[in-house]
Every structure is written in C-alpha cells, then in structure tokens.
C-alpha cells in the first residue's frame, strides 16, 4: 500500500471512530426518550388546536370563577406548576399549559413572538371553551408573555400575579443580567446540541438543583421532558425571539388601571441582583390595586417547586382571586421560608 493509500485509510478509519461515539449516542438518546415518553406521561391531556397538539392540564371546575391560568417560564413543563395548580384548583378552575416545543406540545411556527404565543393561547381558550375572566399568573419569562395577552384583552383580566417575572428591560438596567446573557444562551446550545446524543442526561439533577423540592411523579416527569432536544430547540427559539422581538413588543404593554396585581419576588433572586428587587418594585406599579412581597430564602425555580415558597404563591394567588370576586383591594399574605414539608 503507498503513502497516500495508507493515508486515506487511517482518515477515513478516525473519521468512523470519532462517528461511533456520536452514533452510539442518538441511539441512546432516541431509546431512553421513547421509554420517557411510556413511562412518564404527561399530567395533563392533549388538545389539538389547528392541527397541533398542546398539553393541557384543567383542574377544579367547575368551580367558581373567575379562571386562573399559569404561564410557564424558560424550558419549564406546566408540571412545575403543580404544587401551586392543585391547591388553587380546590377554590378555581385553573389552567396549566405547556407552550409550542415545550414539555409535551408540539413544536409551532417561528419566531417565537409575543404577538405569535398570544395568538395561539387565544386559540387554545377557544378550543377549551374558556370565555369568562381570567386571572394571568405567571412565573419568569411567563410573567412578561402574559402582558401581551392582557395588553390585547384588559376587559378579560380579572388579576395578575407575577411570580419572580421578567422585566423587558432587565438586560438595559442590570449589569449582573447582562453579563449572564451569554453564558445563558451559551448553556441552552450546548444542551441543545448534546441533547441530541444523550450527553445531558448522564450529568444526574442534585440535591441542592431548585427542582428538587417537587413532588416525586413531577420531578421525573420535568426532567424528563427538559432531556428531550424538542424542549431545548424551543427553549432557544424563544429567547431568540425575546432578544429580537419580546422585549420590544411588551414595553410599553399596561395592565387595566385597578386590577389587582400582586408581584412575588424570590430573595435569593434579589440578593444576587439589588436590581432585579427594584425592578420587581416597578412592576408592581402596572397596577393602582397592587401588593409586592418578598418570599423570605426563595430561589427563582424554587419559589414553583419548594413546599413553602409554593405556599406563599398559592396564597398570593388566591388572594388575587378573593379581590378579584369581591371587588376588594388586593393585600399583603403570610410568606414562610421554602422548606421542604408537603
């Protein structure tokens, strides 16, 4: 055999060799998803809205209203709601929904507008026959989505709660929040592109992950559908498209003047960024009707996911739903540190 021969021979053999790992990889990943996806169902059901399938859950009718629905933050199943779903569904009828790529709904079309995701949770209460009040809770990245639909609907909105809510303009004011920018995007990449090969799943969620404060059934089943390369694909789209067009498009979005309006803000949220705690304290102005509390130890995913912190969300809730029914202003609640107690 000649140089060149031989050459190309032991390329072409390292080029197998470096393939294998990645081939082995999807096989792993395909295998594990498919056992996921029979193991691990989803809470809620599946509800075709124009040829897509959206995962819902409904809990509490048919209580009285008005409707409580939870907007999801960055990546996060409607699963991490639970906590907080069921205690409120024992007084509301609620809503808990997974947005298009995200947990177990189908992916929708790009880019991820504000403008887009409104559209498609309009159709979706069409579908599901929803059409009285509402009351908009919602956590991070949700917190800001919301705003568009309450922006378009004021005569809908019955109360808000944002819990730990996103500030359009957070990346301009924080400094802290700027820099974490890239390191952010960069870390929803390269979970993206390992989820591919099954790479994410063999770093195991700790004892000290924010997730850990859900209830069993819940905890695998968020896990398992953030493993899956549907939710990171959408998870990028989505901050793709709050970079490009979000911020832009909920900026200037209002509230109606008198709705009750009560932000929850995590501690530990705050402590790590001053900013975000004055930021939070501006969101609370939106509304003339409105309460702003600290959550005492609250982490940002764990003011969903621990015991106590969910408490106090519950509460903050269910007090939006009391004003909300009576015509009352909006008060302050009782807040407990996170604990782990059910």
Known sequence: MNRLALKCGLTAAAGVLTAAPFAAGAVYQNVLTRRDNRDLPGLGELVDVDGRAVHVRRMGGPAEGPTVVFESGLSSPLEMWSRIQEAVA?????????????????????????????????????????????????????????????????????????????????????????????????????????????????RPVGKDSQLTGLPEVELKTTIARMMTTRNWAASEAEIDAWLAHVVDEVRAATLPADVPLFVVTAEETEKADPVHGELQRELASLSAVSVQQTVPGATHLGMLCSAGSARGVTAAVLEVVDAARTGRAVKPVELEPPGDQP
């Open 90 to 202: 024992e007084v509301a009828p609620t809503i808990s929904y997974d947005r298009a790529g995200i947990g177990w709904s189908e992916p929708g079309p790009r880019p991820r507008t504000a403008g887009r995701i409104r559209g498609e949770f309009e159709r979706l209460l069409e579908v599901l026959d929803v059409r009285g009040p509402l009351v908009l809770v919602g956590h991070s990245y949700g917190g800001m989505l919301l705003r568009a639909f309450a922006q378009e609907h004021p005569d809908r909105v019955a109360g808000v709660v944002l819990v730990d809510a996103a500030h359009p303009e957070q990346l301009e004011r924080s400094a802290r929040q700027r820099l974490g920018l890239p390191l952010m995007r960069a870390s929803v990449r390269s979970s993206l592109f390992w989820s591919r090969f099954g790479r994410n799943r063999l």
